[in-house]
């Protein structure tokens, strides 16, 4: 367990620090924030000022290094844009990211399971035929189309629910959250649905296969053959074998809504930190690009070794650790 | 010399496979009895419908298999009539059965104790959870696991394919059911393995008084234990009766063809004789005598099901030209 997190850790930290370097250049290759920060009839002489003040004049290798030695401080550098350490402007918005994401998880988990335990219960039914229709569509439509629609029935012509923004939000331990008032439940509830679709329908897809796959198994049938209650055979039997798959995929689901939830965010004006990434990236705000992509890639490994510790709680065939375990 | 009445009759059963409208029958008219202690071997090749009649027997078809008509009477009730609930309570408790892999049938996630302890409780809601233990602890050491407390802690993989099916056979018999089924319980262990396990559940179920029904393809394993035996084939039982009058004088020519191509069966210094041809698929099954295209004593005559009939005292088979000499069988 203890050698299992020190080599995540170690992973963890070689990942990221692969990750800094290559979008640290990749922003170099793409532009020069001190051209966009200053208007256009700034002098020479002032965006030079400005470069050196950034540090942007010094060869490439050298910002590299200070870059990296700050980095090994826990300084990521100052947004050349907002003039405040980069973290810091990050951390700011991720609550509200965070809270996105999460809500779209929890909505995705609590509609996708038993709807995708239903259908594979069911499969011959006419409502799980229907069930699995829809769901194709979820996972093949694009989240963002799904956005605007569902702004358009419901905030636009229906009038039921506000068009974006988080509405009101109750502080708790010095950051807004949106989901302790009505009103801010009311604001979250469109993001979170349109980014919850494409996942419960996935969630859905993977829980009927694999309902559908256990049931046909051998210990569920010497199950019943030893008269034990249906009821139990599939809270038990069926739904422990179905979980370890969906685990996985909701550990990545969440990662990627955390990170890239970007689009959502735009269209119901919800101010996460994708918004910040996107405007970052067109001001060339390099140390607020690279920082965002530290912590999305920190979080990625993050859920990435709660979902193995789930695993290995769920699965007693998976040790952690050992590299060539099991079957 | 009276026979004890018989504890599981089935009789007529026929079981389809549900198409939209159609219809595809894979068990015809499959009649057998068991008798109280009796260790009956069902063989037949694969696709014979030797496990399908261990399913319905226990309830556990699963739709769009189903029994279209006959009855499956156990201790005078018929089993096919009962409702799920009704049923269950047999199952396990009365009838239990095991299954051909023992890596398959037991759950990978939950620990022996779970899946003996669930096993006691659902005949037996009293029990508490210590006594329970308790009780799968003996049944562990009935069946030879060592170190059985040790071993309730372990999850299946944790154990040796042999020591899996002692629990499966452990599991089957904590209720001390009056019948258990065995599907090739020992086709997937390795032969020195098979001959402990049959050793030993086969002498349990002497010492207890339990029925055995037991289901293989190897007819020279059952011929070494069974009391008596049931010959099918493309869903059929084609011939049964007393273990030694099947394996020495066999009157089906399937039977006969079944026994001359199992090497150690064949008569000594003869060659093994295959038969020629392959069994019939789930619904391509020839009408008349399904095995008539692989028989070289058919004629006209078996275009038309030839019914299961006596042959001789307590032996019969399901043909219109019966063998009725012996097998020379090598001393």
């Known amino acids: 367990m203890i050698s299992f997190l020190a080599k995540r850790i170690m992973q963890a930290v070689a990942v990221v620090l692969a990750t800094a370097s290559m979008v640290f250049f990749a922003v170099f290759i793409i532009g020069d924030p001190a051209q966009l920060l200053y208007s256009q009839n700034a002098s020479a002489a002032e965006v030079e000022a400005a470069r050196r003040y950034l540090g942007l004049d010094l060869p490439l290798y050298q910002q590299y290094f200070n870059f990296m030695g700050g980095l090994l401080h826990g300084d990521l550098g100052r947004s050349f844009v907002y003039g405040k350490p980069a973290l810091g402007v990050i951390l700011q918005r991720l609550p509200a990211t965070l809270e996105l994401a999460f809500a779209s998880v929890v909505l995705a988990v609590v509609v996708g399971l038993p709807l995708g335990l239903y259908c594979g219960l069911n499969p011959r039914t006419i409502r799980s035929r229907l069930i699995m229709a829809v769901s194709a569509l979820g996972v093949s439509l694009p989240t963002f189309w799904i956005g605007i629609i569902i702004m358009l029935a419901f905030a636009v012509n229906l009038r039921l629910l506000p068009t974006g923004g988080r509405g009101n939000t109750l502080t708790v331990l010095g950051v807004p959250w949106s989901f302790l008032t009505i009103d801010g439940l009311r604001h979250l509830l469109l993001p979170a649905a349109s980014l919850a679709l494409w996942q419960a329908s996935l969630i859905l897809r993977l829980t009927r296969a694999g309902t559908e796959e256990v049931l046909r198994q051998d210990y569920v049938r010497f199950a019943r053959a030893k008269g034990i209650a249906p009821g139990r055979i599939l809270w038990v039997h069926v739904l422990k074998n179905v979980l370890a798959p969906v685990v996985t995929m909701v550990g990545l689901s969440l990662g990627g809504t955390i990170a890239f939830s970007i689009v959502t965010e735009s269209i119901f004006s919800w101010p996460g930190a994708g918004k910040l990434l996107i405007d970052s990236i067109y001001a060339f705000d390099r140390p607020i690009v690279v920082a965002y992509l530290m912590l999305a890639v920190t979080i990625f490994v993050l859920i990435n070794t709660f979902v193995d510790l789930i695993y290995a709680a769920i699965d007693p065939r998976v040790t952690l650790g050992a590299a060539d375990s099991g079957s | ?331």
């Open chain 2, 1 to 331: 010399m009276s026979e004890p009445d018989p504890i599981l009759v089935v009789s007529d059963l026929n079981v389809s496979l549900a198409s939209g409208k159609r219809m595809t029958p894979i068990l015809r008219e499959v009649s057998f009895a068991l008798r109280p202690g009796e260790i009956l071997g069902i063989v037949g090749e694969s696709g014979s419908g030797k496990s399908l009649t261990a399913s319905a027997i226990m309830g556990l078809l699963e739709p769009p298999v189903r029994i279209v008509s006959g009855a499956v009477a156990f201790k005078g009730r018929d089993l096919a009539a009962l409702d799920e609930k009704a049923v269950r309570a047999i199952r396990g408790n009365e009838i239990a059965m095991v299954f051909q892999d023992p890596a398959m049938s037991l759950n990978p996630l939950l620990r022996i104790e779970t899946q003996m302890v669930e096993s006691i409780v659902a005949h037996d809601r009293g029990c508490s959870r210590h006594a329970a233990r308790e009780r799968a602890r003996a049944a562990l050491e009935t069946v030879g696991v060592p170190a059985a407390a040790k071993r309730l802690r372990a999850y299946p993989h944790e154990l040796s394919g042999g020591m899996r099916q002692r629990v499966s056979i452990a599991i089957a018999m904590l209720h001390s059911p009056a019948v258990i089924i065995a599907d090739e319980p020992t086709t997937a262990l390795d032969v020195t393995i098979q001959a402990q396990i049959l050793d030993e559940m086969t002498q349990l179920c002497r010492k207890n008084g339990t029925a055995l029904i037991w289901i293989s393809h190897d007819l020279s394993l059952l011929s070494s234990f069974a009391d008596r035996i049931c010959v099918m084939y493309a869903g059929r039982v084609i011939e049964s009766g007393p273990c030694g009058e099947v394996i020495g004088a066999p009157r089906h020519p399937y039977s006969r063809g079944l026994i001359l191509s199992v090497p150690a069966m064949a008569r000594a210094g003869k060659d093994i004789e295959p038969i020629p041809g392959y069994p019939p698929r789930v619904g391509m099954v020839p009408s008349g005598c399904a095995f008539r295209p692989r028989c070289h004593r058919a004629s006209p005559a078996c275009a038309v099901q030839p019914p299961l009939q006596t042959v001789a005292s307590q032996q019969s088979a399901a043909c219109f030209h019966p063998f009725d000499d012996k097998l020379q069988v090598p001393a």
